[in-house]
């Protein structure tokens, strides 16, 4: 099941900027390792990749430099050194929601996950 640095590459452009691409595969096996990925086979890369450049978005590896915050972020400074998030979530959202919810390639794992894992187990 496991997709290349290339392929991933391929879908998100700017992270091609990263010299030491087996951070790249570590995120990868990461999610491969976490998340069910057998579970939806045709959106199982899409959930992967996503993962992975969420994971490289929150940390030191970032191109842009480490994203740290929680929250979406909704506007930006440079010299005043000003951000401003918003998490937008409701209060019985857990930390890992929250932590997802704050880039955009977390909110779409988000999404595809709840497409994929959406419903309950049913007991024989």
Same mark, same amino acid.
């Given at each position: 099941?496991? $997709?290349?640095?290339? !392929?991933?590459?391929?879908?998100? #452009?700017?992270?091609?900027?990263?010299?030491?691409?087996?951070?790249? @595969?570590?995120?990868?096996?990461?999610?491969?390792?976490?998340?069910?990925? !057998?579970?939806?086979?045709?959106?199982? $890369?899409?959930? @992967?990749?996503?993962?992975?450049? $969420?994971?490289?978005? *929150?940390?030191?590896?970032? #191109?842009?430099?480490?994203? !740290?915050?929680?929250?979406? &972020?909704?506007?930006?400074? +440079?010299?005043?050194?000003?951000?401003?998030?918003?998490?937008?979530? #409701?209060?019985?959202?857990?930390?890992?929601?929250?932590?997802?919810?704050?880039?955009?390639?977390?909110?779409?794992? &988000?999404? &595809?996950? *709840?497409?994929?894992? +959406?419903?309950?187990?049913?007991?024989?």
């Amino acid at each position: 099941m496991s $997709h290349s640095i290339d !392929d991933f590459l391929n879908r998100f #452009p700017e992270f091609s900027t990263i010299t030491d691409k087996t951070i790249i @595969q570590r995120y990868l096996d990461d999610a491969e390792a976490e998340i069910n990925l !057998d579970r939806c086979p045709s959106i199982a $890369h899409l959930i @992967q990749f996503n993962y992975t450049a $969420h994971a490289l978005t *929150k940390s030191s590896f970032n #191109p842009e430099g480490m994203d !740290d915050g929680i929250g979406m &972020l909704t506007s930006k400074s +440079v010299d005043g050194v000003s951000e401003s998030r918003d998490s937008g979530l #409701p209060s019985k959202s857990t930390y890992s929601d929250i932590w997802f919810k704050s880039t955009p390639y977390g909110v779409q794992f &988000l999404r &595809l996950r *709840k497409k994929c894992f +959406v419903g309950g187990l049913v007991a024989p």
